[in-house]
């Protein structure tokens, strides 16, 4: 099962909890020219991957135990079980990272889909006609995690070790500097630069505070939205009979504040479909049977539901709740120590529904790549406030995006929207209105929602005339049930 030698079993629920330690065993050496990457997700898989650029040796130390000869659940990556979108600007940078992995991953059995050509989408406005859109790369977490690890693991100066929980950060004699991190068993692992990509659970605060730094700000922005999801295997498409043919590659019934309730179905390897149904507060779908499949039947179109009503369940509903927008800003304070970055979650994690995480873990690998170059390893810890100011960048769109969507929503708790917010909020609704049908305004709005292009885009003099003199705010409530350009049968 697990992929290191020497590993040191993490536990199950105990792993996940960090227990101080009497005082950790000096580290062997002085890790000189050594980069330790806490976290074998998606952050910590492409930052690894960066450093191994610059500095001699990379470990990943991680506290699952990794599944190695096929795509496997861990405890670690709960949201594996949950649908998955990776976004064009997600896809390119990660084929800039690592050559040749789009076309390991859909080899696999993972999905380039252009959306919403493929891919039916019932915006809060109404269906996207099949307009130029963005492509998105859809397949199983699992499968993403066990590819772009056996993909990062090729690179010779990477170690990645699973059953090895990180506990907090080992201090340098100077006081102002990390100098390596403490492990679940009491040993220590030297280390020039300490990367915590840990995700969501991250304690980086903790570790800070132990060391005497100041704990972040912390923004937070919560919709109380909660996931349901569950693998099925759809019935086959009639062979004959084209007006019965599935021509669609998926589906996202999206919800809005007046239905708060919506649902997306992908493509899975294996022949397999992945539901995930959403809803926010009192909305939140079940996870049990048979509610999974008749709170199916209460979203906004029928679609959904009919895609699956027949199905054959390959598993049972999973429920996942913790959401919310949160932005640590390590990079406001006053004080850091050389020698640590924040990366990924840890750092900046989004209200999943929009599918930007790991689209910006990937960019922000890119940016640390960039603001690398031409640096040598020894002065990198020096540059670590400047590197995590840098990379946490990428998250700024993505934020912007996900937090202004999220308030359109009353309930949701986080500070609250200023009038520059607001005045977005209404024209974003008007850009989705003409998106839907517009390919003059479909390109722009999918190339800003995969991260592709800048929000700047959709603020062209050409795009906001054509925006603002054409379509009326979309208050009508009610939309087709199916897409006019995919009716039922
Ligand atoms: C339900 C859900 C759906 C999502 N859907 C999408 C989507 O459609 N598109 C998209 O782009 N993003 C999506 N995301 C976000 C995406 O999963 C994350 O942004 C992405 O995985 C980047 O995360 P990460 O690598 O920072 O952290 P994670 O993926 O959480 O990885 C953190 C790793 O650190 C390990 N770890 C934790 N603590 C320790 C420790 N003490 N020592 C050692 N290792 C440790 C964990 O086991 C784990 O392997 C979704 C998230 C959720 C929750």
Redesign the pocket.
């Known amino acids: 099962m697990d992929d290191t030698p020497d590993n040191h079993p993490a536990g199950s629920d105990d792993a996940h909890v960090d227990h101080p330690r009497t005082g950790p065993r000096e580290p062997v050496d002085d890790g000189a020219g050594h980069a330790v990457v806490?976290?074998?997700?998606?952050?910590?898989l492409l930052t690894a991957r960066v450093l191994a650029g610059h500095f001699a040796r990379v470990t990943v130390?991680?506290?699952?135990e990794l599944p190695d000869g096929r795509p496997g659940f861990?405890p670690?990556?709960p949201?594996s079980r949950?649908?998955?979108?990776?976004?064009s600007r997600?896809i390119e940078v990660m084929e800039r990272l690592l050559p040749g992995i789009t076309a390991e991953l859909t080899g696999a059995g993972a999905a380039l889909l252009e959306s919403p050509r493929d891919f039916l989408w019932l915006s809060p406005a109404d269906w996207f006609q099949p307009v130029p859109g963005a492509r998105m790369l859809v397949g199983s977490?699992e499968l993403l995690d066990w590819t772009l690890r056996r993909a990062v693991r090729r690179d010779p100066r990477i170690e990645i070790r699973g059953g090895?929980?990180?506990?907090g950060l080992v201090a340098a004699p100077d006081g102002r500097s990390v100098a390596g991190v403490t492990l679940r068993d009491g040993t220590a692992l030297a280390a020039r630069l300490v990367v915590d990509?840990?995700?969501?659970?991250?304690?980086a605060p903790a570790w800070l505070a132990a060391l005497g730094y100041p704990a972040p700000e912390v923004t937070r922005y919560d919709s109380h939205l909660g996931?349901s999801s569950r693998a099925y295997a759809l019935p086959e498409v009639p062979p004959a009979g084209a007006a019965a043919a599935r021509r669609w590659r998926g589906m996202y019934v999206q919800g809005r504040p007046d239905r708060p309730r919506g649902g997306v179905l992908v493509p899975l390897e294996d022949d397999r479909w992945l539901v995930t149904l959403l809803g926010n507060g009192e909305h939140v779908p079940p996870t049990r049977d048979p509610e999974f499949l008749e709170f199916a039947r209460t979203l906004r179109s029928p679609a959904l539901y009919e895609a699956i009503r027949d199905a054959e369940p390959l598993s049972e509903p999973t429920g996942?709740r913790?959401?919310a927008n949160e932005w640590r800003h390590y990079e406001r304070l006053d004080r850091w120590p050389e020698g640590l970055l924040v990366?990924?979650?840890?750092a900046c994690?989004f209200n999943?529904v929009y599918?930007?995480?790991?689209?910006?873990?990937a960019c922000a690998a890119h940016a640390l790549d960039e603001a690398l170059a031409g640096l040598p390893a020894h002065r990198v810890p020096a540059e670590s406030r400047a590197l995590q100011r840098r990379t946490v960048t990428a998250a700024a769109v993505a934020w912007q995006i996900a937090t202004s969507e999220d308030l359109r929503y009353p309930w949701t708790e986080g500070p609250r929207p200023d009038r520059a917010t607001r005045v977005l909020q209404r024209y974003m609704s008007r850009v989705m209105a003409g998106a839907n049908a517009d390919a003059a305004l479909s390109a722009p709005f999918f190339g800003v929602l995969s991260l592709s292009a800048p929000p700047a885009t959709l603020l062209a003099p050409g795009t906001v005339l054509r925006v603002l003199s054409k379509w009326r705010l979309p208050t009508a409530p009610d939309t087709p049930p199916y897409p006019p350009h995919h009716p039922p049968g």
């Open positions: 806490l976290g074998a997700g998606l952050a910590g130390l991680e506290r699952d861990r670690g990556l949201q949950h649908a998955h979108v990776l976004w997600g977490r090895l929980a990180v506990t990509a840990t995700g969501r659970t991250s304690k996931y996942f913790a959401t990366v990924g979650d840890a994690r999943p599918g930007h995480g790991m689209t910006v873990a």
